[in-house]
T-cell receptor, first 114, second 113 residues
Framework: DAEITQSPRHKITETGRQVTLACHQT?????MFWYRQDLGHGLRLIHYSYGVQDTNKGEVSDGYSVSRSNTEDLPLTLESAASSQTSVYFCASSSSGTGPEKLFFGSGTQLSVL | DQQVKQNSPSLSVQEGRISILNCDYT??????FLWYKKYPAEGPTFLISISSIKDKNEDGRFTVFLNKSAKHLSLHIVPSQPGDSAVYFC????????????FGQGTILTVHP
């Protein structure tokens, strides 16, 4: 079955370190997204991509970057981790189309920055 | 500025009764609305959606109502079951956003046996 997987499931890191969270989908979806979930804020969009070599900033992109070298993967990098980036991170994907779309989410990565 | 708001952080209901979860939005450009359900340690999963050209959409025990003039939507679960206990997120998008969703803060639903 097609799926979207995130790794690691849990990560503890120190302030100032570079961290990369992986996201891999086997649906062959063109669109991929990274969200973070925080209490009181719901899910907020960090970065998104509509295809290979395409990346765009979302609502809370400061301190994060993504790259899209193939259809299946959209890794999220925290260049210099900060305590404010402690959160649960969700990757999602959707197919391209002309109508409204729903997102398929991974199981999330719990990141703690100490 | 929170464009999609779920003002009730939690809701508790008895098994078999109706659960009503509410969501308000401020951006009149939104034309597609979705509800997601999330269990602990899992990602959100799609539950039901509605286009702005409709005012009601039903799928089994789940019904979503949209009141465009009030910029308000609600999710009704009838009858509620203990397995419905989860966090429910309301989300919205507009025609050219191609999957970019704006989420509410979420409501924790607890259904007691």
């Amino acid at each position: 079955d097609a799926e979207i997987t995130q790794s690691p499931r849990h990560k503890i890191t120190e302030t100032g370190r570079q961290v990369t969270l992986a996201c891999h989908q086997t649906w062959n979806h063109n669109n991929m997204f990274w969200y973070r979930q925080d209490l009181g804020h719901g899910l907020r969009l960090i970065h998104y991509s509509y295809g290979v070599q395409d990346t765009n900033k979302g609502e809370v992109s400061d301190g994060y970057s993504v790259s899209r070298s193939n259809t299946e993967d959209l890794p999220l990098t925290l260049e210099s981790a900060a305590s404010s980036q402690t959160s649960v991170y969700f990757c999602a994907s959707s197919s391209s189309g002309t109508g409204p779309e729903k997102l398929f989410f991974g199981s999330g990565t719990q990141l703690s920055v100490l | 500025d929170q464009q999609v708001k779920q003002n009730s952080p939690s809701l508790s209901v008895q098994e078999g009764r109706i659960s009503i979860l509410n969501c308000d939005y401020t951006n009149s450009m939104f034309d597609y609305f979705l509800w997601y359900k999330k269990y602990p340690a899992e990602g959100p999963t799609f539950l039901i959606s509605i286009s702005s050209i409709k005012d009601k959409n039903e799928d089994g025990r789940f019904t979503v109502f949209l009141n465009k003039s009030a910029k308000h939507l609600s999710l009704h679960i009838v009858p509620s079951q203990p397995g419905d206990s989860a966090v429910y997120f309301c989300a919205a998008s507009f025609g050219t956003s191609y999957g970019k969703l704006t989420f509410g803060q979420g409501t924790i639903l607890t259904v007691h046996p």
